[in-house]
């Protein structure tokens, strides 16, 4: 007869307040196999736990019960203090009386019910649980970090300092991602480049960090502390150990009219370029799809000029795949497409999102740093921000959520514009001014106060081509007054998403994805860096919209997470894996089927059934594949298949003790 | 004394509109072709309704000065839809009068003359039995 | 007037996105009502629907499955297996009679808590206006077979059995005579070991399976009409159902349908191919006996899609019957008039013939894909082992259960019907699932995953 230890937590007044845990112990007490039942105020507290230790040991319990918070919360809290009096940790269920009941319920007396019944269905499935023992994994002393902006450069250097090698992958020919294309930075207005280059070559030249530019994900595989990534480096056509970025090549490239990515299209590119001039590597790439020696065959100018003999049209996109024991997704953002904005006039050329506007000021962008009307040249004389275009939009046009940048970086370009320019009228119309941070305010307060300009609250109407000048139909919300304005410039402060190929990426993750896309943490407080597949961290703003610093500060987080999660030599499996009954398997690969990791497999194994000894066709599960999904286990027609930790007799167990109340039906 | 408390709940039941979503842009008044003839702002429309105040709403011409163009309904970041809010005040209007709301004799008064023919049109179709 | 009904819903709930979304429920302090009893599972496709039978049958009135969106699975696609064992499972309990209010599917991710709680009261909504959940209970109950029909309407439509055509006669003796010229050389050559066929028996229309090991007894050999019996699992490889101590080659004649369980029985590795020569014969339609009496055509034979041998290293008598692949044409009318008939006259059919069930278990034995070693319900790793006819629950829904591990699998040779001796149509409850997975198709199998 096993004895059951229960302990129930008031979670102070969580609990408390509408369960009553009296009668709740009252109740429980006479449910069979109840050794030992109590109560105290907070469980998870260190007298909790002593209290839980002591009665294990006192009473020789052989499984407990914490009627208490969620498991996601403190199960593993109760699972250690099983261990240490003495019984094995698996055989510790939580009964969620927090999150399913007493923060639900406000009628004391049903949550009450329910909380015994909770309780009751978690001793059920306790007095058949069994002791599990987890397996031991090693762990590959090697990281991955995905994408090559500011984030991935600071977890890829912070993980490298700590002694362990990264490979840190990029899809475009050169690290420095969006902070490169940025021209100054809030709010101390220091350079963008000036700050990133640095970090740029240190991780160029650090001898614990290999660079993938140019490079894709294809593959992904295994689990934490043994991922198996299949990298796709897509053919660069320039041999990078030849190469000396002396430049002959993309000068010499009759292919000049291409959209210059990194200038957001406002300015041409070769067929063969670097996005940038501080591109790191400083190693070209041929654009295939607008070379002409690949479109017609003809050309190879680029070749006859390169004194080293680096171009090699030759080149086929190669695979590399490489051990990992962690990730770091760092994928970043982008602007989301204005075209379901009409009204803002986005396809005249003065009227412009915020990235385009950096790219204009940035001293090495399409104007040369001049703040020109794209449209003919003149110089502005008024200049009008509209914040929130696509953000907090809840329609199909936008994005639900704020994304956090733009009031900050529109303080920062009136700053720019009015004290380069003063003579320039600068508007803004905002909805709200969010500027949370260290100095933030400050630096907003100054471009109103200092700097003189105009914070309008209200929202545009309209923006209207008027030929040489636009015409914006606003409203001023305070004055209640309509605002008809001329203005030569108009600047959208658009929504950010998450990077394209971010939803493969986080299939192949198995992680999950938030339904903006972003990637989901594993707690939205207390496991901000990690994803909730195990090895799995995020940086930036893959995880949600984030400034520079708070990028950075996430990066060194995540950093930090690999870096204790490669110290470790071995990691402990979850023992909640399925098992076989080799007596009733019959071999019929239903299970193997189903199984998304390929951990089962068949083969003869030798059966003794009441003394019938055979080989029989026997599937077999790989401990270290299985995640403990359990789909093999419902596919099995004989039962055969179980799930530890999750049994077909535990999960009926909690089945009928939960439907008790209409047994007498 | 009307109760207003009622028809406060039937215009928001009529229009289907959840006024709580609002978060004060102005993007429907900054949108809005009528706004200089309204005495109360399409996005006031909402306000009002927020404290109850229906009784300045009816009262007001600022209820049959809009269009009805939609722009604020296309345009709301928060799919608030102040066209149809409108709409559903201006029954709130005309039900308790129970017959013809707009006679023939009262449109000159009512409308300037360079109002839309098209409103004059849609105003009849609407209000009259 | 017993208390107020408040209906007990159990929700089983996967850890990674569906537990978490309550858990944001509670932490929002967001309200669903307290009869919402949550089990948590790793993945939903941990969820046996066994477990959901479980449920109804201990008296729950309402039971929902939820899991993460198809797409985000924490194990890629389990929640596609979900999907689609479920929206079987639930096509299974309407057309048995069961209301579809009481069984849910719900997608809702960690974030959605409002989703949860917004799910969880509709839900209980749903099943307060349904009432309790009296139809499982009176299935576990087993009022009388004649139990009255208040509806005053036909179940089903009156079933006629048509006269096999007299010209298949000549035929099928033609065909008996070379199965035993062959049969004779077979084991004449040492090619066989033995061969399994039909053997007379002492009344024409009862032909028994039978494995000839002489020449001599090939004499007693028969192939007519009446040998309906599917051939197929005699030669499961298995200590408890075949002959598993057989070490020699068998040489077996399939019919063409019959080829097809076969050909099913390979796939699932229970079938030796080496140690077989399958013999196709032709086959004009088997009839139906009732009360020892011929009746006509069987209805697998009616609707016959006169498809060719799956399986075969020769053909006897293959040219003799025109085999000309046909589509459904009537295959699912007797399934589509169950499906007209309104929910409770679906579950009064449904309860009369599965009342009759005296659990002989020869619908099991007899299945082709019943192919397991050691039946489920002879399991001790799920609490229903039952070898006898109960009236408890788990009793009756043994059909169900049964069904539904075969759903995918079931090859509609007919034969659970055949050999019920209590006459239940028993493969309506797999024809409506080939019925489903058709007409389903892309919505529930998409993206393509194994069964």
Sequence with gaps: MEKIGVFICHCGSNIKATVDADAVIKEIRGITGVAFAAQYPYMCAKAGQSLIEAAIRDNSLDGIVVAAC?????????????????????????????????????????????????????????????P???????????????????????????????????????????????????????????????????????????????ILTYSQIEK??????????????????????????????????????????????????????????????????????????FKTGKCGLCQTVCQPGAIDFELQDEFATEKYGAIVVATGFEVIELGKFGEFGYDNPDVITSMEFERITHGAGPTGGELVRLSD???????????CVGSRDITERGKPYCSKICCMYTAKHSILIKDKYPDIDVNIFYIDMRTPGKAYDEFYRRSEEDFGVRYIKGQVGRVMDMGDHLAISGVDLLDNVKLELKTDMVILATAIQPATGIKPLASMLSASIDTNNFMTEAHAKLRPVESPTAGVFLAGAAQGPKDIPETVGQAGAAAAKVIGLLAKDILLSNPCTATVDI???????????????????????????????TLERISHVNQALCLGCGACVVACPSGAMNLLGYTNLQLQAEVDALCLMNSDR | MLNYEYQLEEILDISGVDIGRCMKCGRCSASCPSYDEMEHRPHQFITYLARGDVAALLESDALWQCLACFSCVQRCPRDVKPANLIEAVRLAAIRPKGAEFLTVEEVEAKFAPDMPQQLLVAAFRKYMR | ?????????????????????????????????????????????????????????????????????????????????????????????????????????????????????????????????????TRIVDIRNMPSAEGANPTGRPFSRPYVYPPINPENAPKIAEIEAQMKRRAVELLESGEADRIVAWKKSDFEMLPEPASFHSVESVENMVYNRFCSANLSKYLMDSPWLGDRKFEGKTAVFLKPCDSHSFDRMLKEHVIDRDKKIIIGIGCGGNVHVDEMEEVGLFEKCQVCRKIEHAVFDEVIGGDLFERVAQDDNERFDWVENIEELSSEEKFLYWQKQLSKCIRCNACRNTCPVCNCKKCVFSSTKFDMAAKVNTTDFEGQMFHAVRAFHVAERCTDCGECSRVCPQGIPLHLLNRKFIKEIKEKGDEIWTPPISP
């Design chain 1, 220 to 293: 992904i595989e295994g689990f934490v502390g043994n991922f198996t990534a299949t990298i796709r480096k897509k053919a660069r056509s320039v041999c990078m150990e030849k190469c000396t970025g002396c430049g002959d090549c993309w000068n010499k490239c009759p292919v000049k009219k291409i959209p210059d990515e990194f200038n957001t299209g406002l300015s041409n590119r070769t067929a063969i370029y670097i996005p940038f001039a501080q591109a790191l590597p400083l190693v070209p790439a041929i654009d295939r799809e607008h070379c002409i020696k």
């Design chain 1, 132 to 210: 599990l023992f987890p397996e031991e994994n090693s762990v590959v002393k090697r990281a991955l970090v995905i994408g090559g902006g500011i984030a991935g450069i600071q977890a890829a250097l912070d993980i490298a300092e700590a002694g362990f090698e990264v490979d840190l992958v990029e899809t475009t020919p050169s690290i420095g991602g969006k902070m490169a294309q940025l021209d100054k930075t809030f709010p101390t207005l220091d350079c963008s480049a000036c700050i990133l280059t640095p970090k740029m070559v240190d991780c160029a030249s650090h001898d614990k960090i290999n």
């Design chain 1, 583 to 613: 007596n009733s398997c019959n071999g019929c690969s239903l299970c193997g089927l189903v199984c998304p990791y390929g951990a089962i497999s068949y083969g003869p194994t030798k059966v003794d059934e009441f003394g019938y000894k």
């Design chain 1, 70 to 130: 969620s498991p996601r919360m403190h199960e593993a809290t109760f699972r250690k203090v099983a261990e240490s009096a003495g019984l094995n940790p698996y055989m510790v269920e939580i009964a969620n009386i927090r999150e399913h009941c007493s923060w639900i319920h406000r009628d004391g007396g049903e949550a009450t019910v329910k909380a015994v019944e909770l309780t009751r269905a978690a001793i059920a499935k306790v007095r058949l649980n069994a």
């Design chain 1, 377 to 387: 040249g003149r110089k502005p004389k008024s200049i009008t921000f509209i914040q």
């Design chain 3, 1 to 133: 007037m017993p208390n107020e009904f408040r209906p007990l819903i159990i929700a089983f709930c996967c850890n990674w996105c569906s537990y978490a979304g309550a858990d944001l429920a509670g932490t929002s302090r967001l309200n669903y009502p307290s009869n919402v009893k949550i089990i948590k599972v790793p993945c939903s496709c941990r969820v046996d629907p066994i477990f959901v039978l479980r449920a109804f049958g201990k008296g729950a009135d309402g039971v929902i499955i939820c899991g993460c969106h198809p797409g985000d699975c924490h194990y890629s696609t389990g929640n596609y297996h979900t999907r689609r064992r479920f929206a079987l499972l639930f096509s299974l309990l309407e057309f048995m009679g069961i209301e579809a209010g009481r069984m849910r599917l719900e997608w809702i991710s960690a974030a959605e808590a409002q989703k949860f709680a917004q799910v969880m009261n509709e839900f209980t909504e749903t099943i307060l206006a349904l009432g309790p959940n």
